[in-house]
């Protein structure tokens, strides 16, 4: 007897998809208590049709969608028989069910019928699917061909995980015989089109096939896709997608894409940069920035940076020196900010020591000197001198020589298979400025590549253009803390750099939860008073932050220590948070950290600058206390301070010894003796030194550099002094030697060894007491030899050779082919001695040149 009875049909393709699966017609009912428990169940196929094989599984369902037909939620099942009619007894408890009715063949099609032989509830055929459909078109702007992202592209949402059938339909006036693929890709952007793919990016892809349908069955998770519907050579023409999915699954399936900034065309605005002047390769003079603006808004364009363009040459180091230090395949692509930011910005809810966060990129140094400098805001909002603009393009002002320069970007990022930035971005979503200041960092270096492992000097140099030195912690107790407060109070930049781990790996994490070899932030120095500390001594504290904003001191007086007091938080406004911001007492800080950098931002104390640009020339210069060393002489016109830097500027950056010196300058051309000296750096092998002073109003001063030898090559070099008030720069040199004796290639025709009177050597006659310089210079083309000049009073018959007691005046002993003396010396005659070391140079030729401030005599003695 029939209780209860329901009539579905298979059909293709939605329900008739074979054996136990959930493309086929399923029936919900339900039991309750009153139902009989035993029930007859019988599936007929309503068809005339030669029979084949068919089964039904019975379900629990509590949510009347349809189900997976998956083992765990399969209660029963019937035979499985070639029959059109199937019926048997099963015994099911009060619940839900859902009856799955299976063909053998999936694609057959044919009327059904389902019966009880008791009475069932809520007995319906459950909907084959949920079915949402949008139609676009193929354009002239948008038929890229096959797998193309330049077709239309169709924005999908889904809100839970399910399977779905994507179906295609080619609609009129597309030729039938056109070939037709479609792809799927993820993409949260709704409103802008994906400009690039990878081929790993790929979900799924139905096949190429020359029809007018195509379908695709694809499992997707929460989130966003885009569709795009690829045909061959078809100008224009219309298109329906389909997705049907078994439960409620899509959020949304939006018309195709409409990008109005599509059709801009990108510019390198080669032609505008030339009318700028650039120094170093990449260091504008000025700001080209608006002028770039108003060029790309005439022409609809968008910049793209030809010099640094979005390719691997700007992410790895073409020089081979740095290579390995980037991990290859880090970066899928090259977006601009608008393909990952919704709404990007330069700045969003301002600027604090939070913003910059390290990607994947080993570039603390910088990250450290960035989030350092973010703590004082104007001087990020110096660096940049513009708002977010749609051109694309942006200027950072970095230092270039200590001297404000001007470097172009376009808005570029690279970007990880997820599509956002690899490298640092901002703790704030949407906003800029440090992607785009570790852009221009990476653009003087040369690539990405090239600044991973640098030093926190390099970055605060680039950055501030301030006054930088580096001690250790190793030095006196005293005096590290004394720095510390000081530096603090006055609101100097301060780098840590951590001590290296005993394995030398760089940036493992130690046990105290130090990084090694990492740059950290000092923010502060503060004494908790012995009353709150309730001690003999005060507790001395540093406030330190790791750039990665996170990983944290885990010793004493750390964000989970149990020494805190309320009061001591209070006084030292300790928060805690786990923000890479942590306390640590000065005592532990010496432990762990090494190096101490410190920078004092001086472009606002000294507003005037002058350079001067020369160089050591090869063969010439270089040679400690030559008196061709380059040179600038300057006059104060008041009490006037001073910072004067030498700056080597070859095209391949490389150190050399070097030393500099502010000297008084009545001549022009130092010997460095004691006296003249007012101040002098260290001698240090480098690119870069920088001397300081107070100079007074009356003198003439001269910035005087040299190298550890005579230059093999020339070596350009630009002296630059700023100030806090104006001065007179490069003035001339006051002569001040008016008489002067030279001889010109002469030759060395007795070399009778050190200290001979055989030897070139000359007689000079002084009428009053006189200041003298005398210079030989060696054109041995040979190594340098030891040479020295002496005086001595005329002797009334000539020695074989000259003693130290005999002679009133000596150069220094110097393996050289160039020296000088430089004597005051009464009236008198007097004999001047060049000798050699070795014996037997005979045929070497040199010159002779002598001047002094007062009348003198030379003769060939």
């Known amino acids: 007897t029939t209780m209860s009875m329901i009539r579905s049909a ?37 068809t005339d049709d030669a029979a084949m094989g068919m089964i039904f599984f019975i379900s629990t369902n509590v949510s009347r969608e ?23 007894e099963f015994e099911l408890a009060p619940g839900a069910y859902t009856i799955t009715c299976c063909l053998q063949k999936a694609g057959s099609e044919s009327p059904l019928e389902l019966s009880f032989s008791s009475k069932v509830n809520h007995l319906h055929v459950i909907p084959d699917s949920h079915r949402v459909s949008v139609t676009g078109q193929w354009k002239s702007d948008e038929n ?77 998770s929460p989130g966003g896709y885009i569709i795009v519907p690829c045909a061959k050579d078809v100008p224009q023409g219309s298109f329906k997608i389909t997705v049907e999915s078994w439960s409620d699954s899509v959020e949304s399936l939006s018309p195709q894409i ?80 608008t393909d990952f930011y919704d709404h990007p910005e330069l700045y969003v809810d301002g600027i604090d020591v939070h913003d910059a966060r390290q990607g994947y990129l080993g570039d603390c140094w910088l990250m450290q000197s960035i989030a350092a400098l973010s703590m004082c805001p104007e001087r990020i909002q110096e660096i940049f001198n ?127 939860g130090i990084v090694a070899m990492h740059a950290y932030s000092l923010l502060n120095v503060v004494e908790v008073p012995i009353h709150l500390f309730q001690s003999s001594t005060p507790l001395r504290l540093c406030q330190i932050r790791n750039t990665w904003g996170h990983s944290e001191w885990k010793g004493e007086w750390s964000d989970k220590s149990s020494l805190w007091t309320p009061e001591i938080a209070q006084h030292v406004n300790h928060v805690d948070n786990d923000d890479g911001i942590f306390f640590m007492p000065f005592e532990a800080m010496r432990r762990e950290f090494h190096h101490i950098t410190f920078c004092r931002l001086t472009a606002n104390d000294y507003p005037f600058m002058y ?30 301070k001073v910072i004067v830097r030498a700056i080597l500027q070859e095209d391949e950056e490389k150190n050399r010894p070097l030393r500099l010196f502010i000297c008084r300058g009545k001549f022009g051309e130092p010997t460095l003796q004691s006296e003249e000296i007012i101040e002098q750096s260290q001698y240090l092998c480098t690119t870069k030194l920088i001397v300081e002073s107070t100079l007074e109003p009356g003198e003439q001063y001269v910035a005087y550099v040299c190298m550890g030898d005579i230059a093999t090559v020339n070596v350009p070099l630009c002296i630059q002094i700023q100030s806090d008030k104006e001065i007179r720069f490069n003035v001339p040199f006051k002569e001040y030697y008016s008489y002067k004796y030279k001889e010109e290639q002469q030759p060395w025709s007795v070399c009778g060894g050190y200290m001979s009177t055989k030897n070139p050597k000359w007689r000079v006659v002084l009428g009053c007491e006189s200041e003298l310089v005398a210079r030989v210079i060696s054109k041995y083309a040979g190594k340098n030899v030891g040479m020295r000049i002496v005086a001595c009073p005329f002797p009334d018959s000539m020695p074989r050779f000259l003693h130290d007691k005999d002679c009133v005046a000596m150069s220094p002993y110097q393996l050289s082919k160039d020296l000088s003396i430089h004597e005051t010396l009464p009236a008198g005659e007097y004999l001047l001695l060049a000798c050699l070391q070795n014996k037997d140079m005979e045929g070497v030729t040199f010159s002779f040149d002598m001047k002094s401030n007062e009348p003198v005599e030379v003769f060939p003695a």
């Open 66 to 88: 349809r189900v997976n037909c998956s083992n765990t939620d399969i209660i029963a099942e019937s035979k499985y028989v070639t029959t059109n009619n199937l019926e048997e």
């Open 386 to 512: 513009q708002e977010y603009n749609e051109c694309g393009v942006f200027t950072v002002k970095l230092y270039y020589m200590d001297v404000p320069h001007y470097v172009v970007l376009d808005d570029y990022i690279p970007c990880g298979k997820d599509g956002k930035p690899t490298f640092a971005i901002s703790s704030d979503e949407n906003e800029m400025w440090v992607s785009l200041l570790e852009k221009a960092m990476a653009k003087v270096m040369g690539s990405y590549e090239g600044i991973v492992a640098r030093s926190l000097r390099l970055g605060l140099g680039y950055l501030t253009g301030g006054k930088i030195s580096v001690m250790t912690s190793n030095d006196g107790d005293g005096t590290v803390w004394d720095n510390l407060k000081d530096y603090c109070a006055n609101k100097w930049i301060v780098g840590l750099c951590s001590r290296e781990s005993p394995d030398k790996v760089v940036e493992k994490i130690n046990s105290s």
């Open 611 to 640: 350079k001067y640009h020369t160089q050591f020339t090869a063969g010439v210069d270089g040679a400690y206390a030559s008196l061709t060393n380059p040179r600038v002489s300057f006059e104060m016109r008041e009490t006037t």
């Open 144 to 220: 890229g061909g096959y797998m193309s992202l330049s077709n239309p592209q169709i924005p999908l949402r889904i809100q839970k995980k399910d399977k779905f059938i994507i179906t295609v339909d080619k609609l009129l006036p597309v030729e039938p015989k056109t070939g037709v693929i479609f792809f799927i890709l993820p993409w949260e952007k709704t409103n802008k089109r994906r400009r690039s793919f990878h081929e790993s990016d790929v979900l799924d892809k139905s096949g190429y096939i020359i029809t007018n349908k195509i379908s695709l069955e694809v499992e997707l």
């Open 258 to 337: 409409v990008d109005s900034g599509d059709q801009r065309q990108e510019m390198d605005c080669s032609e505008i940069l030339s009318e700028f002047q650039v120094e170093g390769g990449v260091f504008y003079t000025e700001d080209p920035a608006p002028r770039l603006l108003e060029y790309l808004r005439q022409h609809n364009g968008i910049f793209r940076d030809s010099e640094f363009p979005p390719t691997d040459d700007s992410l790895y180091d073409s020089t081979g020196e740095r290579t390995g230090q980037l991990r290859r395949a880090i970066v899928d692509e090259w977006k601009r900010s």
């Open 10 to 46: 298979w059909s293709n393709p939605t329900l008739s998809g074979g054996y136990k699966q959930r493309q086929n017609p399923q029936i919900y009912f339900e039991l309750d208590a009153n139902s009989d428990r035993k029930m007859k169940i019988k599936l007929q196929r309503i």
